[in-house]
């Protein structure tokens, strides 16, 4: 005979309802609807319970007159419960981006149209503009144009192979978050979509520097940036030449000097970048020749006998065994 239980299994629903009528029956919700023992704030303090539709009758209320809305994105850009009335649930403010309205710090962050980003990879590989040019038109920083550049490159290689490109997600995306258009030079004011001169704080600008100075001297960021090792903030910047051109504008030069000094700035840094260009290709040549095979990859150079060094193909005396390895004198 097979020893007995030492407690009682929970029955199953089926011997539940093949049990007698006259038998007391114990409910199987008992075990698992019950999460929480804890009483709610109204029932410690003794409180009569409230009288009305509970708060989750209200939800469903809610969800499903005024507040059906919310359900499916729209076209017109995200729905944010802050930007409609409380009262009357009318749209009072379309551009509102506070998602949360008991959060009103956190903001959500605009993201590029699909437009936008064609005319930035057209800017760049087509047109032939640097990053940073690319940059200040489009009022996009240096590191999301190059970002978008890639990406575009990777995209079209993909469609010419012909995978698949989801760009559903994309548009469910822009219907998620604000978006920045492209506005066309002739059409109006380009809309900005982010700071472009934002500057990061470095660690050593966290360290105090007491410096004993005169009152008559002026004290400005250059002579800050001496002492803790920094360039000053007009030169770290990811634009200085925004900040060159706007104190020329201050200057109350004429609009020819000011185009004239544009030009040959411009032509500066393209002399720069053909330098860098040369130089880079000029290093390329010198390099070898490449040869991958798998996750190998082997750098092949042009050498004779006796050029590469007298101590090739010997092991380091580290190696080699019988050698002291700590030092014995100082020199």
């Not at 239980?5 to 009528?21: K, M, W």
């Not at 999460?35 to 410690?44: K, L």
């Not at 920045?180 to 360290?207: K, M, W, Y």
Request: proline fraction near 9%.
């Amino acid at each position: 005979m097979p020893p007995r239980p030492r407690h009682n299994p929970i029955p199953s629903p089926l011997s539940l309802s093949s049990r007698p009528a006259s038998q007391p029956q114990k409910c199987l919700l008992a075990h698992t609807r019950c999460f929480s023992a804890t009483p709610s704030a109204a029932a410690r303090k003794g409180e009569p319970r409230p009288v009305g539709p509970s708060q989750r009758t209200e939800f469903f209320n809610w969800i499903n007159g005024p507040g059906a809305v919310f359900k499916q994105a729209g076209e017109e850009g995200p729905k944010y419960l802050s930007s409609y009335d409380k009262r009357t649930w009318e749209r009072k403010d379309r551009a509102s981006n506070v998602p949360y309205p008991m959060n009103p710090a956190f903001k959500s962050t605009p993201v590029l149209s699909n437009e936008m980003r064609e005319q930035i990879y057209k800017r760049v590989e087509i047109e032939g503009a640097s990053v940073r040019k690319a940059s200040a038109e489009f009022a996009v920083s240096l590191e999301r144009v190059a970002a978008v550049v890639r990406l575009k490159a990777v995209e079209r290689k993909w469609q010419n192979e012909g995978k698949h490109v989801s760009s559903y997600l994309t548009k469910a995306l822009e219907q998620m978050l604000p978006v920045t258009h492209f506005v066309p030079a002739d059409q109006g004011q380009r809309q900005i979509h982010e700071n472009i001169q934002e500057l990061f704080s470095h660690p050593f600008a966290g360290r105090q520097a007491f410096v004993p100075t005169s009152e008559s001297r002026e004290y400005t960021r250059v002579d800050a940036g001496k002492e803790f090792g920094l360039p000053p903030a007009d030169e770290a910047v990811p634009h200085p030449e925004l900040v060159v051109a706007k104190r020329e504008r201050m200057e109350n030069l004429s609009l020819d000097e000011l185009e004239r000094r544009q030009a040959e700035r411009e032509r500066l840094a393209q002399v720069q970048q053909e330098e860098k260009e040369s130089r880079a290709a000029e290093k390329l040549k010198n390099a070898g020749t490449f040869v991958e095979q798998g996750r190998w990859k082997w750098n092949l150079k042009e050498a004779r006998a006796g050029s590469v060094g007298f101590r090739y193909g010997f092991p380091h005396p580290d190696r080699k065994k019988g050698h002291v390895k700590i030092p014995t004198h100082f020199i």
